[in-house]
């Protein structure tokens, strides 16, 4: 495939979604909400079986209807991917053709990769229950398959797109692992955490807690692994002063 | 929570799938084929809306009966929860609790590591639009939150579940991230590389194809570079030196 695009490139920095010979319209709908989610919006269709635009699809959206409005549709795989420089071919099936079959995770690598030399990009997904021929997959560059149950293997071409796509949005840069979903707090410090545990010492000293003098250490050491084990924020460390004030003072009164 | 159901944990060896107070059947019966394309089939369903079992559910499953057969029922997520040790509950949003937030990936891996202690783990996913309670997740050690397009966020329940039980399953040991479909042939070695590459550029000499001495160095690199790249199985270099030998007859027959 030609080179000449190249310089076109920076236009179009995600993949291109390609469903081959598309059966059910609320696939194609279902296919586009998945995409959305995950950031892609380059849609092409290849001789959708019902036509198109396809009102079915359009109430499958729930309101992609941005990508199925910018959907190009072509008569042949060839000409959807004439102007791409790699292929990437989803298939559920072994086959005899000689290509290389990547994970859906390792395909978001590659088309990173391709993206960032400023390839432009298509994933080709083939039609219900028969999926992509093999006159289909020769035009790809390597093969994309979904690691699943070997004994269930049952994905309709949406939930296919849905993961592909996923695999694309998660392997972007700056999407933390772990977070902390109350932004207004942030994890107390260790002086903060010990501050905390010297209080609590004093009011279980205080109330006979920690009265026998052989366990205590074992007791105090416990306690002090539990709190750190909670990785507390600094609202919560607040919080659990009131919590020892209060019934330190309430015991107290109650004496 | 207690630890007395540690010897029988070896019986529950994925993760159980619970849905709280699903509304649609259709959306139980889709999320019953995602768990079961990823191995999973342990399902609890807490207060389902249109009750149990249901025929909508039944025909959404594609297949996946199995899962549906041996959900078990319950009327509060209390009661679903009571026996695991881990529970991981699913969230689209920010809330006011300070929980930690992990990512369907990180959740995978941890959830790996708690079966492997023996530890029964869940995972809870909210109602169609409304989603889990604070009272829901408070019963969770962890809240997952799958990053997506922060414009468009509309993932449907089955669809959620169909992602994190593909972590589940991509996170299992032995998933090659790359392999070669046709399991008839094999790479080809460097040493069968080379004899094809040795009989090519015997056959060009010949053809008066490398006859400029100049350039002859840089195009036998570029060839040699050429074949290297395409990774080639030994069936491939097999039949490329059947290419070379008869272009080569063919073009001696022509002069």
Redesign the interface.
Same mark, same amino acid.
């Given at each position: 495939m030609g080179r000449s695009s190249k310089g076109r490139a920076t236009t179009a920095a995600t993949p291109t979604v390609i469903l081959v010979r598309p059966q059910l319209g609320e696939n194609i709908g279902m296919a586009a909400? /998945?995409m #959305?989610?995950?950031?892609l919006s380059s849609l092409r269709l290849v001789a959708p079986r019902d036509g198109w635009p396809n009102p079915k699809a359009q109430r499958a959206a729930?309101?992609?209807d941005v990508v199925l409005d910018k959907a190009k549709v072509f008569a042949s795989v060839g000409e959807a991917v004439a102007d791409l420089e790699r292929v990437v071919a989803t298939?559920a099936r072994?086959? +005899? #053709?000689? =290509?290389?079959?990547?994970?859906p995770?390792?395909a978001a690598g590659e088309m990173r990769a391709w993206i960032a030399e400023g390839d432009k990009v298509g994933i080709l997904f083939g039609p219900e229950r028969t999926g992509l021929t093999n006159d289909d997959m020769v035009q790809a560059d390597t093969?994309l398959s979904?690691? *699943?149950?070997p004994q269930? $293997? $049952? #994905?309709n071409v949406a939930?296919a797109v849905? *993961?592909v796509a996923?695999e694309w949005?998660?392997s972007g840069e700056g999407? /933390?692992?772990?977070?902390? $979903?109350?932004?207004s707090?942030r994890p107390a410090t260790k002086d903060e955490l010990q501050n905390l545990f010297a209080h609590l010492e004093r009011a279980l000293d205080q109330s006979g807690f920690l009265r026998n003098k052989a366990m205590r250490p074992a007791m105090v050491n416990n306690l002090r692994a539990l709190l750190q084990r909670t990785?507390m924020?600094e =609202? +919560?460390v607040r919080s659990f002063h009131g919590v020892i004030k209060y019934l330190a003072k309430h015991k107290h009164e109650e004496e």
């Open positions: 909400r /998945a #959305l989610n995950c950031g729930s309101g992609a298939t072994n086959r +005899e #053709l000689s =290509q290389r079959i990547v994970t995770r390792r093969a979904i690691p *699943l149950n269930f $293997s $049952s #994905l939930q849905l *993961l996923y949005i998660a999407t /933390a692992t772990e977070r902390m $979903s109350d932004h707090t990785a924020t =609202q +919560e």
